[in-house]
């Protein structure tokens, strides 16, 4: 899956473009990112978002316990990958049918988010129980959502475009080619939100997430860690 979001609505990391400042590295436009997606993922299902940004997402090579996913409701759109474990409690929680699957249930719960404020988003996504990500986009308000899961069972990848656009993949090596070393890991149990603060982690509020620059034979230009926490989610 692939979304690319303009600089109106995704603050650019400043440690993404300081990585890739820091080793030059050949980068594209984020049309052309979304092009070569499209052209290697045939068929693909593509949603431009006017000039706010673009959505995109295929079933093409998915892995059989990470099926992708996309859905619309009320100016929300959302692209998942992954399995909830908890779905069917959830989706009762929210008054959902039974056939309801995760990616409908993600943008009942955000709306539920929004609607309810200030409902925090840590409460929300700790109780989203599996392997996931998912890039939400709320039209309405121009809002970003980005969730990982606590143990990054689902790859997850963020990166600058040579015109300066912020894109998430779950294919490193499509962003790899547009971003170069402005590129790292999403951290796990954490999600980024242009409304709500940026870049946070959901299992720990209170403690922020810094990055760190990565060693020059790494193929990203840095990673992200959580303050307090040993892992770090690197490659």
């Known amino acids: 899956m692939l979304a690319v979001f303009s600089g109106e609505v995704v603050e650019v990391p400043a440690e993404l473009v300081a990585a890739g400042s820091r080793t030059p590295s050949p980068k594209t436009k984020a049309s ?17 978002l006017a000039d706010l940004g673009h ?36 989706s009762q929680q929210y008054g959902l049918s039974k056939g309801a699957n995760e ?17 925090p988003a840590s409460f ?19 809002s970003v959502l980005v969730a990982s899961d606590p143990e990054g069972k689902v790859p997850l990848f963020w990166g600058i475009t040579a015109d300066g656009c912020v894109a998430f993949s779950d294919d490193i090596d499509m962003l790899k080619g547009s971003c170069g070393k402005s590129l790292a ?24 997430v810094t990055a760190v620059p990565a060693n020059e034979e790494e ?17």
């Open 185 to 208: 890991p999403f951290p796990q149990g954490c999600f980024y939100s242009n409304a709500l603060g940026g870049l946070k982690c959901y299992e720990n509020p209170k403690n922020k």
């Open 55 to 90: 959505l995109a997402y295929s079933h093409t090579n998915q892995a059989l316990l990470r099926p992708r996913s996309f859905a619309a409701k009320d100016e929300i759109f959302c692209l998942f990958e992954g399995v909830l474990d908890n779905l069917g409690r959830l």
């Open 124 to 142: 929300m996504l700790s109780q989203l129980t599996g392997s996931y990500a998912f890039v939400l986009f709320d039209k309405s308000t121009n």
């Open 103 to 119: 990616v409908v249930l993600v943008i009942e719960a955000y709306k539920t988010l929004r609607d309810r404020a200030p409902y």
């Open 32 to 48: 052309e990112l979304v092009s070569r997606f499209l052209g290697s993922s045939e068929p693909a299902v593509s949603m431009q």
């Open 219 to 235: 193929i990203c230009g840095a990673t992200f860690k959580v303050e307090g926490s040993t892992v770090l989610t690197a490659l």
